[in-house]
């Protein structure tokens, strides 16, 4: 079929996420990443995927077929937007940013138990491959971060300053302890115990003498050359062509074309109605002063951070299972990929947010991660704990991840694509299960749901505020910390994630937003009938699914006779 043709080109371009489906690299593949070769076959595909789109006729499809056709149209409409030459000019010449880039993966592509199998020799063989041709790939981005310098598209002066210092961090660790070589450090007993010396040797010194030496250049590019050409805004209205490229982030990150400023008036609309919330609970924890006081009582009262790293752990381990003997009342279908919660690795722990999902294999034989920030634990919030829980594990992510991939009756690009409006406007939608659940019948754990969910209302005007009305680093920073109780850390992780990621934080509320919507009409039309467990099967039974066709679908349900 169509989608399967274009899946397999797609793959074939992009090695990350075919490494994250099946375990295994495709070496060659890998060596294209940021070069123009690359670009070109992209945008060949884009080009076959629509044509073959308009040789289909979608009447005569299922109707889940043509959930499938409506998915894919818009998937590639907007990747064609992307491959435009002048859009081409404004991304493919930042490679990397501090948030998001292969020098901050690979080394946990790399690493043991992370995507890639390491049970056999071949496959020990196989990864050292790809390995040694990690150092070709920093490479490609150094020379399109050069092109970038010679077009005048350039990354902020922050984003390049935290580059540096991760590499910072990654070169600090000894080879022996580097994710790279943690393969050697524990063979399994599919490798014969005559070849792990010699299997060692080869990983040792080709992260010694290619990778490092490939981290170092890079570095050096960046302190050297590109640092100083580096723009002071940290805006992307800022950058040459900055403005054009935000409206396309904000239609690909939630799916709907939508204002600047319209989003950023419904954030301070949503900031004020949560906040008459939190004072409800400020009062039932026992705070009489008013709530910016409180919102600093919050940040420095030992009463509401955790002391170590396990408690933060225990407290996760005990909300997974109150979330487990709920979701019978809420799912009719479960992951049988399993879920883990594991705290950040040490050397990526200091750049991250409060936490994060990895996505476990489609077989369900890896299961998926919930992982969770102990850096700077006066930092951290006790609060917190169930909301993130919800959010990043069981219900959120882990559930409409790991149920799209499970699902073999979908096509790949409903199993393992999606969108941000969805994914993680499930995710928000999942914290508020919590309420249902009585979870937060703590006025300690509402406090964090609240928190959690000014959060996504403050990334709304803070993310439109910096990339369309030239807002500064410090100001966003200062929103975030005069209208929430979140640390200092948090909210400046946060802003500097905004910044490198334009767009991609609106996602999280205008996509929680619309599925809300759509329960309550639902809701409304079906009274009694309504089941909310089927209403989870509809939304989560396609994969993930832009919210035009999320709301079609939703409607062609309530409208079904029953």
């Known amino acids: 079929t169509l989608f399967a043709q274009i899946g397999r080109k797609e793959d074939a371009l992009d090695p990350l996420t075919a490494i994250y489906k099946t375990g295994a690299p495709n070496v060659a593949a890998f060596r294209l990443l ?16 629509l044509a073959g789109l308009r040789r289909i006729d979608r009447r005569k499809l299922s109707a889940e077929r043509q959930i499938s056709y409506d998915v894919f149209l818009a998937d590639q409409q907007q990747n064609a937007i992307w491959q435009r030459p002048e859009m081409l000019a404004l991304t493919e010449v930042r490679p990397f940013n501090h ?33 040694a041709a990690f150092p070709q790939v920093l490479d490609n981005a150094i020379a399109r971060f050069r092109e970038g310098l010679d077009s005048g598209v350039v990354e902020s002066r922050m984003t390049v300053a935290n580059m540096v210092a991760q590499i910072d961090a990654l070169l600090a660790q000894p080879i022996d302890q580097s994710p790279f070589t943690s393969a050697v450090r524990d063979f399994p007993a599919g490798v014969v115990e005559a070849n792990r010396a010699e299997l060692a040797r080869l990983y ?70 949560i906040q008459g919330e939190m004072d409800k609970v400020r009062a039932a924890l026992g705070f009489s002063g008013p709530l910016k006081a409180f919102f600093e009582d919050i940040r420095t009262n030992p009463r509401y951070h955790p002391k170590t790293r396990e408690e933060l752990a225990e407290g996760f381990a005990r909300v997974a299972r109150a979330v487990d003997a709920q979701v019978p009342s809420f799912f009719n279908r ?9 705290p950040y690795p040490a050397y990526r722990e200091k750049y991250e947010a409060g936490g994060s999902y990895n996505q476990g294999s489609p ?33 959120g992510h882990h559930f409409q991840i790991s149920l799209a991939q499970e699902d073999t009756s979908l096509p790949d690009f409903q199993r393992f694509g999606g969108n941000n409006a969805y994914v993680e406007g499930w995710a928000l939608y999942a914290e508020t299960l919590g309420y249902d659940m009585g979870l937060f019948k703590d006025p300690m754990q509402h406090w964090g749901t609240l928190d959690d969910e000014m959060l996504r209302a403050m990334r709304l005007v803070v993310d439109t505020g910096l990339h369309a009305k030239g807002w500064t680093r410090q100001q966003g920073i200062d929103f975030m910390l005069g209208n929430s109780g979140m640390g200092k850390s948090d909210a400046t992780a946060e802003v500097e994630r905004y910044i490198v990621w334009p767009g991609q ?36 039974g396609s994969g993930a699914l832009p919210m035009p066709v999320l709301e079609a679908k939703i409607q062609r349900w309530i409208a079904e006779p029953r």
Do not use: C, W
Request: cysteine-free; charged content about 20%.
């Open 99 to 131: 948030f998001g880039g292969l020098h901050i993966d690979f080394p946990s592509i790399m690493a043991k138990g992370g995507p890639l199998a390491y049970d056999s020799e071949p496959q020990y063989r196989r990864n050292l491959a790809l390995l």
């Open 363 to 395: 077989d369900g034989s890896r299961p998926g991660t919930f992982y969770f920030n102990a850096y700077d634990l006066p930092s951290r919030f006790l609060t917190g704990i169930t909301t993130l829980y919800l959010h990043e594990g069981a219900p």
């Open 204 to 273: 040792t010194a080709t992260t010694a003498d290619q990778v490092y030496p490939a981290y170092r250049r890079l570095r050096a590019f960046l302190n050297d050359d590109y640092l100083p050409a580096a723009r002071e805004q940290v805006g992307i209205s800022a950058m040459k062509g900055g403005a054009a490229f935000y409206r396309e982030a904000i239609a690909e990150h939630t799916t709907l074309r939508l204002d600047p400023e319209e989003i950023h008036k419904l954030g301070l609309s949503e900031v004020a109605r």
């Open 334 to 342: 479960v992951p049988k990929t399993r879920l883990l919660i594991q």
């Open 34 to 49: 940021y070069t123009g070769a690359q670009v070109r076959a992209r945008r060949s595909v884009v080009q076959s995927a």
């Open 505 to 540: 934080a609106l996602g999280y509320k205008i996509g929680a937003l619309t599925i809300q919507r759509l329960k309550r009409q639902a809701q409304a039309a079906l009274g009694l009938r309504f089941d909310v467990r089927a209403f989870h099967d509809q939304v989560l």
